[in-house]
């Protein structure tokens, strides 16, 4: 059974960082691209990061390009996300989510094409 768990999440101020991490459980990680969602009150959830199960590509939104960083550790079983020079407007329950790909250099950042999720972490950043 694919389980993740997110976790690192929190108040930060403007212009702050946080990391936030997703801990994966019940099958082989280095298997699965992984996604990183995001959903604002009243929004729909948005995706805005993936890496590849190589780790070799990796994508961003625009909106956190320059500003967010997201690698794996498959030894670990975890997948991170830096998060940089933090705005008010990065507030959300933050999901990651994985996604069985052909490629090993390939990821997504469309909802559909993810497999399983996390339960969510709430950041809040405040101004």
């Known amino acids: 059974q694919l389980n993740l768990v997110e976790s690192g999440g929190g108040l930060a101020q403007l212009g702050g960082s946080l990391r936030l991490s997703c801990a994966a459980s019940?099958?082989?990680?280095?298997?699965?691209?992984i996604g990183w969602f995001r959903q604002a009150p009243g929004k729909e959830r948005e995706g805005i990061s993936c890496?590849?199960?190589?780790?070799?590509?990796?994508d961003y939104a625009d909106v956190v390009k320059g500003r967010f960083t997201v690698s794996r550790d498959n030894a670990k079983s975890t997948v991170y996300l830096q998060m940089n020079s933090l705005k008010p407007e990065d507030t959300a329950v933050y999901y990651c989510?994985?996604?069985?790909?052909?490629?090993?250099?390939?990821?997504?950042?469309?909802?559909?094409?993810?497999?399983?999720w996390g339960q969510g972490t709430q950041v809040t950043v405040s101004s």
């Open positions: 019940g099958f082989m990680l280095n298997y699965y691209a």
């Open positions: 890496i590849s199960r190589s780790g070799g590509s990796t």
């Open positions: 989510a994985v996604a069985r790909t052909y490629s090993s250099d390939y990821c997504g950042r469309t909802k559909a094409e993810y497999d399983a």
